[in-house]
Protein backbone atom coordinates (compact mmCIF):
# COMPACT_ATOMS: atom_id res chain seq x y z
CA UNK A 1 0.00 0.00 0.00
CA UNK A 2 1.40 3.76 -1.00
CA UNK A 3 1.65 6.54 1.23
CA UNK A 4 -1.58 8.11 -0.18
CA UNK A 5 -3.76 4.89 0.32
CA UNK A 6 -2.44 5.06 3.35
CA UNK A 7 -3.40 8.39 4.29
CA UNK A 8 -6.92 7.81 3.24
CA UNK A 9 -7.24 4.40 5.45
CA UNK A 10 -6.63 7.00 8.28
CA UNK A 11 -9.09 9.22 7.13
CA UNK A 12 -11.51 6.92 6.58
CA UNK A 13 -11.06 5.25 10.43
CA UNK A 14 -10.94 8.84 11.78
CA UNK A 15 -14.43 9.48 10.26
CA UNK A 16 -16.06 6.28 11.30
CA UNK A 17 -14.42 6.49 14.99
CA UNK A 18 -16.08 9.91 14.96
CA UNK A 19 -19.56 8.47 14.05
CA UNK A 20 -19.40 5.51 16.18
CA UNK A 21 -18.29 7.74 18.94
CA UNK A 22 -21.61 10.38 18.51
CA UNK A 23 -24.26 7.59 18.10
CA UNK A 24 -23.03 6.43 21.36
CA UNK A 25 -22.71 9.74 23.08
CA UNK A 26 -26.33 10.66 21.81
CA UNK A 27 -27.78 7.06 22.52
CA UNK A 28 -25.78 7.81 26.30
CA UNK A 29 -27.89 11.70 25.94
CA UNK A 30 -31.20 9.87 24.77
CA UNK A 31 -31.36 7.29 27.61
CA UNK A 32 -30.60 9.89 30.07
CA UNK A 33 -33.26 11.83 28.85
CA UNK A 34 -35.51 9.13 29.09
CA UNK A 35 -34.73 7.78 32.82
CA UNK A 36 -34.89 11.83 33.60
CA UNK A 37 -38.69 12.02 32.07
CA UNK A 38 -39.54 8.62 33.99
CA UNK A 39 -38.51 9.77 37.27
CA UNK A 40 -40.29 13.04 37.02
CA UNK A 41 -43.32 10.71 35.51
CA UNK A 42 -43.24 8.99 38.66
CA UNK A 43 -42.76 11.72 40.90
CA UNK A 44 -45.62 13.26 39.53
CA UNK A 45 -47.86 10.15 39.96
CA UNK A 46 -46.81 10.02 43.65
CA UNK A 47 -47.44 13.88 43.97
CA UNK A 48 -50.84 13.36 42.23
CA UNK A 49 -51.89 10.32 44.33
CA UNK A 50 -51.32 12.47 47.61
CA UNK A 51 -52.85 15.00 46.82
CA UNK A 52 -55.81 12.98 45.47
CA UNK A 53 -56.07 11.15 48.75
CA UNK A 54 -55.88 14.63 50.90
CA UNK A 55 -59.34 15.33 49.12
CA UNK A 56 -60.87 12.76 49.17
CA UNK A 57 -61.42 10.92 53.04
CA UNK A 58 -62.60 7.77 53.55
CA UNK A 59 -66.45 7.09 53.51
CA UNK A 60 -66.49 3.98 56.00
CA UNK A 61 -63.59 2.18 58.11
CA UNK A 62 -63.36 1.05 61.49
CA UNK A 63 -62.12 4.15 65.00
CA UNK A 64 -61.41 3.99 68.19
CA UNK A 65 -62.19 6.84 70.02
CA UNK A 66 -61.47 7.77 73.53
CA UNK A 67 -62.17 10.41 76.05
CA UNK A 68 -58.48 11.41 77.28
CA UNK A 69 -58.27 14.47 77.04
CA UNK A 70 -55.22 17.32 78.08
CA UNK A 71 -54.32 20.68 78.61
CA UNK A 72 -53.26 23.09 75.45
CA UNK A 73 -52.63 26.75 76.83
CA UNK A 74 -55.59 27.75 79.40
CA UNK A 75 -58.54 24.84 77.83
CA UNK A 76 -58.55 21.02 77.39
CA UNK A 77 -58.26 19.40 73.98
CA UNK A 78 -60.43 16.21 73.32
CA UNK A 79 -60.74 13.71 70.57
CA UNK A 80 -63.74 13.59 68.25
CA UNK A 81 -64.76 11.89 65.13
CA UNK A 82 -65.17 13.58 62.33
CA UNK A 83 -67.64 11.54 59.53
CA UNK A 84 -66.51 14.46 56.60
CA UNK A 85 -62.77 13.90 57.72
CA UNK A 86 -63.45 10.35 57.75
CA UNK A 87 -60.93 9.76 61.08
CA UNK A 88 -60.60 11.09 64.99
CA UNK A 89 -59.42 14.13 65.38
CA UNK A 90 -58.14 16.74 68.27
CA UNK A 91 -60.39 19.48 69.17
CA UNK A 92 -59.96 22.73 71.29
CA UNK A 93 -62.81 24.57 71.66
CA UNK A 94 -60.50 27.78 72.05
CA UNK A 95 -58.82 27.19 68.51
CA UNK A 96 -60.14 27.61 64.92
CA UNK A 97 -60.12 23.37 64.38
CA UNK A 98 -62.65 21.15 62.54
CA UNK A 99 -65.22 20.35 65.14
CA UNK A 100 -66.11 16.91 65.52
CA UNK A 101 -69.32 15.15 65.30
CA UNK A 102 -69.54 13.63 68.45
CA UNK A 103 -67.37 12.76 71.27
CA UNK A 104 -67.44 9.31 73.78
CA UNK A 105 -68.06 10.43 77.47
CA UNK A 106 -67.69 8.41 80.90
CA UNK A 107 -71.18 7.76 82.90
CA UNK A 108 -71.24 7.83 86.43
CA UNK A 109 -73.32 6.83 89.10
CA UNK A 110 -74.43 9.35 91.93
CA UNK A 111 -72.06 7.66 94.01
CA UNK A 112 -68.85 8.31 91.31
CA UNK A 113 -68.89 4.83 90.08
CA UNK A 114 -68.08 4.87 86.09
CA UNK A 115 -70.84 2.68 85.03
CA UNK A 116 -70.64 3.05 81.26
CA UNK A 117 -70.52 5.45 78.18
CA UNK A 118 -71.58 7.72 76.18
CA UNK A 119 -71.85 9.69 72.76
CA UNK A 120 -72.26 13.45 72.47
CA UNK A 121 -72.34 16.11 70.12
CA UNK A 122 -71.44 19.86 69.44
CA UNK A 123 -74.79 20.00 67.06
CA UNK A 124 -77.56 21.97 68.59
CA UNK A 125 -79.89 19.18 67.25
CA UNK A 126 -80.99 15.83 67.72
CA UNK A 127 -77.86 13.57 66.40
CA UNK A 128 -78.57 10.30 67.72
CA UNK A 129 -80.95 7.37 66.70
CA UNK A 130 -80.38 4.06 67.89
CA UNK A 131 -81.30 1.77 64.85
CA UNK A 132 -80.67 -1.70 66.38
CA UNK A 133 -79.46 -3.57 69.31
CA UNK A 134 -78.43 -7.32 68.96
CA UNK A 135 -77.01 -9.69 71.56
CA UNK A 136 -74.92 -11.38 69.06
CA UNK A 137 -71.97 -9.65 67.20
CA UNK A 138 -72.33 -11.32 63.56
CA UNK A 139 -76.04 -10.37 63.65
CA UNK A 140 -74.73 -6.83 64.57
CA UNK A 141 -72.28 -7.08 61.46
CA UNK A 142 -74.81 -8.30 58.98
CA UNK A 143 -77.64 -5.84 59.48
CA UNK A 144 -74.96 -2.97 59.58
CA UNK A 145 -73.79 -4.40 56.33
CA UNK A 146 -77.35 -4.59 54.92
CA UNK A 147 -78.67 -1.55 55.87
CA UNK A 148 -78.57 1.21 53.19
CA UNK A 149 -81.80 3.14 53.86
CA UNK A 150 -81.28 6.03 56.50
CA UNK A 151 -84.29 5.27 59.10
CA UNK A 152 -84.69 8.81 59.54
CA UNK A 153 -87.14 8.80 62.98
CA UNK A 154 -86.36 9.18 66.73
CA UNK A 155 -83.32 11.38 66.87
CA UNK A 156 -81.86 11.86 70.50
CA UNK A 157 -78.97 14.48 71.68
CA UNK A 158 -77.12 11.40 72.88
CA UNK A 159 -76.24 7.93 72.29
CA UNK A 160 -76.90 6.91 75.80
CA UNK A 161 -76.60 3.90 76.96
CA UNK A 162 -73.67 3.19 74.67
CA UNK A 163 -73.38 -0.81 74.36
CA UNK A 164 -71.56 -3.12 72.06
CA UNK A 165 -73.69 -4.31 69.09
CA UNK A 166 -75.83 -1.54 68.79
CA UNK A 167 -76.28 0.17 65.47
CA UNK A 168 -77.01 3.84 65.57
CA UNK A 169 -77.87 6.35 62.81
CA UNK A 170 -76.17 10.02 63.00
CA UNK A 171 -77.20 13.38 61.52
CA UNK A 172 -74.74 16.06 61.04
CA UNK A 173 -75.27 19.99 61.78
CA UNK A 174 -75.00 19.75 57.51
CA UNK A 175 -77.87 17.10 57.38
CA UNK A 176 -75.67 14.54 56.04
CA UNK A 177 -75.84 10.87 57.44
CA UNK A 178 -73.79 8.12 59.16
CA UNK A 179 -74.39 4.97 60.66
CA UNK A 180 -72.47 3.49 63.10
CA UNK A 181 -71.85 -0.06 64.74
CA UNK A 182 -70.61 -0.34 68.64
CA UNK A 183 -67.74 -3.33 68.50
CA UNK A 184 -66.44 -2.68 71.98
CA UNK A 185 -67.10 -0.25 74.50
CA UNK A 186 -65.17 -0.04 77.70
CA UNK A 187 -65.38 2.64 80.75
CA UNK A 188 -63.52 2.70 84.01
CA UNK A 189 -61.02 5.21 85.90
CA UNK A 190 -57.44 5.46 84.30
CA UNK A 191 -54.65 7.45 86.16
CA UNK A 192 -57.04 8.49 88.82
CA UNK A 193 -59.58 9.98 86.00
CA UNK A 194 -63.39 8.60 84.40
CA UNK A 195 -62.04 7.11 81.22
CA UNK A 196 -64.69 5.49 78.48
CA UNK A 197 -63.26 4.21 74.90
CA UNK A 198 -65.59 2.59 72.10
CA UNK A 199 -64.51 0.48 68.98
CA UNK A 200 -66.61 0.81 65.91
CA UNK A 201 -67.76 0.60 62.53
CA UNK A 202 -69.34 3.40 60.33
CA UNK A 203 -69.96 4.47 56.97
CA UNK A 204 -70.64 8.18 55.59
CA UNK A 205 -73.14 9.21 52.87
CA UNK A 206 -70.90 12.44 52.31
CA UNK A 207 -74.00 13.71 49.25
CA UNK A 208 -76.42 13.81 51.97
CA UNK A 209 -78.71 11.44 50.45
CA UNK A 210 -80.79 8.82 52.71
CA UNK A 211 -79.12 5.89 51.00
CA UNK A 212 -75.70 4.22 51.59
CA UNK A 213 -74.13 3.27 48.47
Not at 71 to 95: D, H, R
Request: aromatic share 14%.
Amino acid sequence: MNMNGAKINYVINNVINNVINNVILLSVKKYTNMKRVFIFSVLLLFAFSGCEKEENPDTSGEATLTSDRFLEGSTYSIYGFSFEQGEVIKYNPAGDGIIPDFFIMPVTEAGGQVTGALFDSPNQNKSFSLTAEFSDSSLALQYFEQYKNVIDSNYVFLADPLNENQVWTFCTAANKFGKILIKEVKAFVKDTKDYAETTFLWEYQPDGSLEFK
